[in-house]
Structure formats: structure tokens, C-alpha cells
Nanobody, 118 residues
Framework: QVQLVESGGGSVQAGRSLTLSCAAS?????MGWFRQGPGQDRVGVAS???????TYAPSVKGRFTISRNNAQNTLSLRMDSLKPEDTAVYYC???????????????WGQGTQVTVSS
């Protein structure tokens, strides 16, 4: 199983930007980001396959940008125009089969906290 390590979380004011990074220990078909807000279930935010096809949750589309570097096995999430409701623990994720955010077979890192204040 691929090991995933996130970095880049922190506290920002609403309207600002933040970039999350993830390092994977090996080859993955699909990579993505999930998040879990206070008292909420973990949900998919964005995913990307090895040829760069992306999927976004409606709540972040147009504000967040996912990208990956296959040669370095790294993943990034650029988050612009952040809102207080984006506050959550963000998890880097990998899937050996497909990129559907609602699907199974995802494995996650330990997570990194993002806090957006108004």
C-alpha cells in the first residue's frame, strides 16, 4: 500500500490562498484530496489521474486546482478564495483502480488541518 504524507496546512483568513502538498511512496493510478470538517463525514474534494484528467466537488470547483508530478510521485492542491466552510482536515488519497470520489478503494494519509477564519 502506498504511503502518503501531507504538508502545507495552516490558518488563513477568508479570501486568501493556501497550497497543500503530498508525497507518495510509490506508483498510483489516481490521487486525490478528501476533507473532513468538524462533525462531518469525510468527503472527496478533487482527484486526478496519471494523464491529468481531473474531477472536483461542486463546492470547490473554480476555486481549487489539483495537480500532480508523476515523476516525483507528488500531489498538490492549490486553494484560492478560501471560505470558513473550507475549514477541515484535508487528506491526501490514492486509489489503485479509478478516480471516482464517491468510490471505494481509496487509502489516505494522516491529514493536515486547514482553518479559515472570517
Amino acid at each position: 500500500q502506498v504511503q502518503l504524507v501531507e504538508s502545507g496546512g495552516g490558518s488563513v483568513q477568508a479570501g486568501r490562498s493556501l497550497t497543500l502538498s503530498c508525497a507518495a511512496s510509490g506508483y498510483t493510478i489516481c490521487m486525490g484530496w478528501f476533507r473532513q470538517g468538524p462533525g462531518q463525514d469525510r468527503v472527496g474534494v478533487a482527484s486526478i489521474d496519471r494523464i491529468g484528467r481531473t474531477t472536483y466537488a461542486p463546492s470547490v470547483k473554480g476555486r481549487f486546482t489539483i495537480s500532480r508530478n508523476n515523476a516525483q510521485n507528488t500531489l498538490s492542491l492549490r486553494m484560492d478564495s478560501l471560505k470558513p466552510e473550507d475549514t477541515a482536515v484535508y487528506y491526501c488519497a490514492a486509489n489503485p483502480i479509478y478516480c471516482a470520489l464517491s468510490g471505494s478503494d481509496w487509502s489516505w494519509g494522516q491529514g493536515t488541518q486547514v482553518t479559515v477564519s472570517s
